[in-house]
């Protein structure tokens, strides 16, 4: 008897004792959580560059900052970021004036490294990039105030190797790729193609394709500066000269072109 009610002792003390023991936890936390970030005012820091790193500092102490801060008063904030020995990590966030969020950004080490979101007023969605130690990469997408996607583009090296811009009704409007070392965009109306412009990536060709409505081609047109002399020049489908035009000599020979341009 004395051995079961010994038991049921130990047992309740140490229930109490858990009990305890995690109501402390918790309040522990939730004090922490409650000082995890410090409030500054504006113009409050500064930002020194070292190598093409920001390295923030107080402007009352020139003290290197360290840790959560959020820039604002007892009513709106316009700023918060993390920063870990002066150098941003992780979220940085700036408000609109109305306490949306403007831009939601993440870094590392200094450098934007991961997403990019930036919103409207209204906040909703705008632009959305991704970053890898402050390079643009992958997919970068844009959107109309109602969500639909206005346009996405693949990056490559900061560099844009293919895009689609979209109306508000989703039809797509232009798209460009990378085709043979030259770089094609391509604009679109009802479903299809009916110009085309086109620039090489590695020399100085520029050109201009127009197509009727069955798709085939109108006119290929070629801007070529030689010296002091700039040509209009026709091509055929195979990109062959066909035509060569002086635009200083023959302006009105020239303009016969113009009408295409008009249709852009």
């Known amino acids: 008897m004395f051995s079961l009610m010994k038991n049921l002792f130990l047992k309740k003390t140490c229930l109490i004792l858990t009990l305890i023991w995690v109501i402390s936890a918790c309040k ?25 790193i920001g390295v923030y500092r107080l402007n009352e102490t020139k003290e290197v900052m360290d840790g959560y801060y959020v820039i604002g008063n007892k009513t709106s904030k316009w700023e918060e970021f993390s920063v870990k020995e002066g150098v941003l990590n992780g979220d940085y966030i700036v408000f609109h ?48 105030e109602n969500g639909q996607i206005s346009s996405e583009s693949t990056i490559k090296n900061e560099e844009i190797i293919e895009s689609i811009s979209y109306n508000q009704i989703g039809e797509i409007d232009s798209q460009m790729f990378i085709k043979d070392g030259r770089k094609i965009t391509q604009y679109v109306k009802g479903g299809k193609v009916f110009s085309e412009q086109i620039s090489s990536t590695y020399d100085d060709f520029e050109a201009m394709k127009f197509y009727y409505e ?38 009105q020979e020239t303009m016969k072109y113009f009408q295409y341009m008009r249709q852009l």
């Open 28 to 52: 522990e936390k939730a004090n922490k959580d409650s000082s995890s970030f410090e409030l500054l005012p504006r113009n409050s820091y500064f930002v020194d560059s070292y190598n093409g």
């Open 97 to 144: 004036s109305n306490g949306e969020i403007f831009s939601h950004s993440q870094y590392q080490n200094g450098k934007l490294h991961g997403n990019e979101k930036i919103y409207s007023l209204s906040g909703k969605i705008k632009t959305h990039k991704t970053y890898n130690q402050g390079l643009l990469y992958g997919k970068s997408i844009g959107y109309f």
């Open 214 to 251: 069955d798709g085939s081609l109108n006119v290929y047109l070629r801007m070529l500066d030689d010296g002091e002399k700039s040509f209009l020049i026709e091509l055929n489908e195979n990109g062959d000269e066909i035509k060569r035009i002086d635009v200083k000599a023959n302006p």
